[in-house]
């Protein structure tokens, strides 16, 4: 089961048992819930959210160098650079 499979699956699941909830298809007897219940969704969206700025900035923070990498691809430009001199191209 791919990611996009198990995300889509837990929030039909959520949005079934949310709707389910806020049409008292389930008697519930606690007026509190209610007050909660109606504005849940954007509350898990704006920390899904918050949940996926972090996560991308912590992955940004943690990035690393490939420091071979550069150095080979710095090679391979130089080599290239000699190649098209030989053959007559002026680089500037």
Request: glycine residues 4%; charged residues 20%; aromatic residues 10%.
């Given at each position: 089961?791919?990611?996009?499979l198990?995300?889509?699956?837990?929030?039909?699941?959520?949005?079934?048992?949310?709707?389910?909830?806020?049409?008292?298809?389930?008697?519930?007897?606690?007026?509190?819930?209610?007050?909660?219940?109606?504005?849940?969704?954007?509350?898990?969206?704006?920390?899904?959210?918050?949940?996926?700025?972090?996560t991308?900035?912590?992955?940004?923070?943690?990035?690393?160098?490939?420091?071979?990498?550069?150095?080979?691809?710095?090679?391979?430009?130089?080599?290239?650079?000699?190649?098209?001199?030989?053959?007559?191209?002026?680089?500037?």
């Amino acid at each position: 089961m791919t990611k996009l499979l198990q995300w889509l699956s837990a929030a039909s699941i959520f949005f079934a048992i949310w709707i389910s909830l806020v049409l008292e298809l389930v008697p519930v007897n606690c007026a509190k819930i209610q007050e909660v219940l109606l504005p849940l969704p954007v509350y898990l969206l704006i920390v899904f959210g918050c949940y996926s700025l972090a996560t991308i900035g912590y992955r940004v923070m943690t990035f690393n160098d490939c420091d071979e990498a550069a150095a080979e691809l710095r090679k391979e430009i130089e080599e290239a650079r000699a190649d098209l001199t030989r053959k007559g191209v002026k680089l500037s």
